[in-house]
C-alpha cells in the first residue's frame, strides 16, 4: 500500500515562510492529481491547493491565494506547498492527499481524498 509522507511542517512568526514537501518513498507520485488540506482544533477541515497531473494546473482556495504555491518536486516524484507570509489563522496540521486520479476534482476544497498522509504541524504565532 502506498503511503503518503508530509514534512516540512514547524513554528514560525506572522509573515514567515514554510515549505511543505508531499512524498511517497518508493513511488512517484508525478501521474496524479495531489492536494493538500489542514485541520485546526474545532475548525472543519479546509482543502488548501490542488495540482492537476499532466498540465499541472493549480487550485487555491481563497483564504490561501496569492500566498501559497503548489508544484511539482520534480527531483524527488513529489508536491510542495510553499507558504508565504503566514497568518496565525493558517496554524493546523496539513494532510497531503490524492485520490488516485489525474484531476483535481471538486471535492479538493472539502479536503477529500480517498488516501492521506499523517499530517504535519504548522504554527503562526509570535
Known amino acids: 500500500q502506498v503511503q503518503l509522507v508530509e514534512s516540512g511542517g514547524g513554528s514560525v512568526q506572522p509573515g514567515g515562510s514554510l515549505t511543505l514537501s508531499c512524498g511517497a518513498p518508493?513511488?512517484?507520485?508525478?501521474?496524479?492529481?495531489i492536494g493538500w488540506f489542514r485541520q485546526a482544533p474545532g475548525k472543519e477541515r479546509e482543502g488548501v491547493s490542488c495540482i492537476n497531473s499532466s498540465t499541472n494546473k493549480t487550485y487555491y482556495s481563497d483564504s490561501v491565494k496569492g500566498r501559497f504555491t503548489i508544484s511539482r518536486d520534480k527531483a524527488k516524484n513529489g508536491v510542495n506547498l510553499q507558504m508565504d507570509n503566514l497568518k496565525p489563522e493558517d496554524t493546523a496540521i496539513y494532510y497531503c492527499?490524492?485520490?488516485?486520479?489525474?484531476?483535481?476534482?471538486?471535492?479538493?476544497?472539502?479536503?477529500?481524498?480517498?488516501?492521506r498522509g499523517q499530517g504535519t504541524r504548522v504554527t503562526v504565532s509570535s
Open positions: 492527499g490524492t485520490s488516485w486520479v489525474f484531476s483535481c476534482e471538486g471535492k479538493w476544497s472539502r479536503g477529500d481524498f480517498a488516501a
Open positions: 518508493g513511488f512517484t507520485l508525478d501521474y496524479y492529481a
